[in-house]
């Protein structure tokens, strides 16, 4: 009768987590993301999300600074990702769009493996770098 | 006990398909599972229904003649011609033996002359990202091009195999139905080897490829890129066949009781290690066993020369001309390559190898990319005590001695062997009759 309890359960967690319109929405994490000085605010989307394992997926970066000034011409961004536990980061080098008002659509993403994955913004701004950190389990 | 079926499978479903969730499915967990007397926890089982079964083999839009049946017959006969070789002594069929699960059993192959890798098996081989065990190919009919024209494997050349598709009225009849007429050459010339030697221009192949017309060198690279998608049709139907472990993953879905001794005692605890402690589902992920990657598991040199593995294969495979970006591919974009497209060397690629895949392992020793390992234990006894000081680069830090105990190595052993599969249809293991 196991299958009961593996019902059961699932049942509890459906509940737990709510559903809309078919879309089960476990859990809603943030997506916004503040670099390490606190000077930038990034919000991101992930396309697709949840991000699937070992497939290439996007996402989209939207920089603002903290203070309301626009970003300046020399801005930049640069994406990796890591996972620190095991020594090695991903094996791709992500391909970064700008586009109008702060925005960077980035391609080539891939987590190859299940884990901990630390994905990194860095921005750069008049020669001086800031990183903003999304820890990332898969 | 009917409703399980329908349960599980919409579980999986839901689990995989539906919700904002950055976390992966095992947010919502199921229940342990318990068989005569062993509890299989609840993460393990979201694991191991993931491992099964193989889904449905992916397209190659590189090769419009993927599923080709005419294309396919010819790969077959290509693939066991040792005529496309240098002394008409080698073929494919001579590293990747059918009879002995597409292996040769040596550590490392014997063409024209020994080379410094193992030759690895062609199971589920179509379902890759990379080829070779440095991935230094990206497409598997680009692959299939590698070996003939190789020095020390085959050592023939694509105005050889050209020659011998002209030469051979079954061939060249078959080659019409897939690809259309072959082309006539308009050089004249009587030497039957040519092809490009970049890092020897001196090369007497080398020589001949220059002393062609132009139009002709593309039109034998032209012959030459079907050749290999004639291959890859043939080798995309050495797809393994259900194993004792598939046969137990359906039961659990379809709660067969019944079928739950598919797998023995051993075999399930092995199965939870597996997926468990033992962390293998790491990198033998997915229902092909492998995460189609590259991992420096840390082997010492051995007795092979210093072998870099991963990182130099990167940049070959990016200017290979006959990539799937590259003007012999039938679909150069994007979507279609974004393996190729986006990879690119990082330090961490050093020493690193290929996954292979776990399906029919029991029977494709010897094991790694150098055929150290005799025995599947000999493996196991590896990852237990990860005793060598990596050759190159740094080890997986991932990996951790498991410091298995007898039985837990046995009981892997018993899990490994259960991944064997019946043989394939007898047609396929030999060229077809003419």
Known sequence: MKWIQIMIMAIIAAMASGCDNGNVVIEQLPTTVATASGDYAIDYTFTPDPIPKNEHFSMQVVVTRKDGADLPEDFAIQVDADMPAHGHGINTAPEIKKLPSGTYQVDGLLFHMGGQWELYIDVMEGGIPDRATIPIEM | ?434
């Open chain 2, 1 to 434: 006990m009917k409703p399980v079926p329908f349960f599980l499978s919409a579980l999986l479903l839901w689990t995989v398909s539906c919700g904002k969730v950055r976390q992966t499915e095992t947010s919502l967990g199921a229940g342990p599972i318990t068989i005569r007397g062993i509890t299989i926890p609840a993460t393990n089982v979201l694991e191991i229904l993931k491992l099964s079964p193989l889904p449905e083999l992916p397209p190659n839009p590189t090769n419009q003649y993927a599923d080709n049946e005419d294309a396919a017959l010819l790969g077959q006969h290509l693939f066991f011609d040792s005529r496309l070789s240098a002394n008409g002594e080698v073929s494919c069929a001579t590293c990747h033996q059918a009879e002995t699960d597409w292996t040769d059993q040596k550590p490392v192959s014997e063409g024209l002359e020994t080379v410094t890798r193992n030759a690895p098996t062609l199971w589920n081989v179509a379902y890759q990202r990379w080829y070779f065990w440095d991935g230094r190919k990206d497409t598997l009919w680009s692959q299939a091009l590698g070996p003939i024209e190789h020095p020390k494997e085959m050592g023939g050349s694509r105005l050889r195999s050209y020659l011998l598709l002209q030469s051979t009225e079954v061939y060249q009849s078959l080659y019409d139905k897939a690809f259309g007429p072959l082309p006539q050459l308009t050089s004249t010339s009587d030497f039957k080897d040519a092809r490009p030697v970049a890092e020897d221009p001196s090369d007497q192949m080398h020589q001949n490829w220059q002393a062609l017309k132009e139009s002709d060198q593309e039109a034998l690279n032209r012959v030459f890129s079907n050749i290999g998608k004639s291959m890859e049709a043939y080798q995309r139907q050495i797809l393994s066949t259900a194993a004792p472990f598939d046969r137990f993953v359906d039961a659990i879905l379809n709660w067969k009781e019944d079928d739950m001794d598919q797998l023995s005692d051993a075999a399930i605890r092995g199965m939870i290690l597996f997926t468990g402690r033992g962390q293998c589902i790491l990198c033998h992920t997915d229902s092909n066993f492998t995460d189609n990657e590259f991992h420096n598991i840390g082997l010492d040199r051995g007795e092979r020369p210093l072998d870099q593995g991963r990182y130099p294969a990167i940049a070959q495979v990016k200017t290979d001309p006959f990539n799937g970006q590259g003007l012999y591919s039938d679909d150069t974009t994007l979507e279609a390559n974004q393996a190729l497209h986006y990879v690119a060397p990082k330090d961490n690629n050093l020493g690193e190898f290929k996954t292979p895949t776990l399906r029919n392992i029991a029977n494709t020793a010897p094991y790694m990319h150098d055929g150290r390992f005799a025995s599947l234990k000999e493996v196991l006894e590896f990852y237990s005590t990860l005793p060598d000081t990596p050759a190159i680069g740094h080890r997986e830090e991932s990996l951790q001695p498991l410091k298995l105990t007898e039985e837990e190595l046995n009981d892997l052993e018993a899990f490994l062997n259960s991944l064997t599969g019946a043989p394939l249809n007898e047609r396929l293991l030999k060229a077809p009759a003419i």
